[in-house]
Nanobody
Framework: QVQLVESGGGLVQAGGSLRLSCAASGRTSSTYAMAWFRQAPGKEREFVAAISWSGGSAYYGDSVKGRITISRDNAKNTVYLQMNSLQPDDTAVYYC?????????????????WGQGTQVTVSS
């Protein structure tokens, strides 16, 4: 019932910033909890951030806490990931995810809907 499309990835130098967007469509998409995951070559998919349907609660992975902010605009059915102080280790494909329980979660298996991903590359 939910379709997700990521955008905003690109190439930046270390210390730079990017804002990723995830456009959601489908029935009742604005009530779903949303999250961002990332996956680097040869690595497991890693939790980055999650946000409740209301936007009132957010949770961040330890590797990005303090550098990344997740937010959502339910009127536009869009979730954002503001990334600052980017480092080469942040290089990965970033995926948007949603789940119908409308609660935040940190495991990929807890999410039912996924976008195709957007590439983020941080050069040194």
């Amino acid at each position: 019932q939910v379709q997700l499309v990521e955008s905003g990835g690109g190439l930046v130098q270390a210390g730079g910033s990017l804002r990723l967007s995830c456009a959601a469509s489908g029935r009742t998409s604005s009530t779903y909890a949303m999250a961002w995951f990332r996956q680097a070559p040869g690595k497991e998919r890693e939790f980055v951030a999650a946000i409740s349907w209301s936007g009132g609660s957010a949770y961040y992975g330890d590797s990005v806490k303090g550098r990344i902010t997740i937010s959502r605009d339910n009127a536009k059915n869009t979730v954002y990931l503001q990334m600052n102080s980017l480092q080469p280790d942040d290089t990965a494909v970033y995926y948007c995810a949603a789940q119908a329980r409308a609660i935040i979660a940190t495991k990929a298996s807890q999410y039912q809907y996924w976008g195709q991903g957007t590439q983020v590359t941080v050069s040194s």
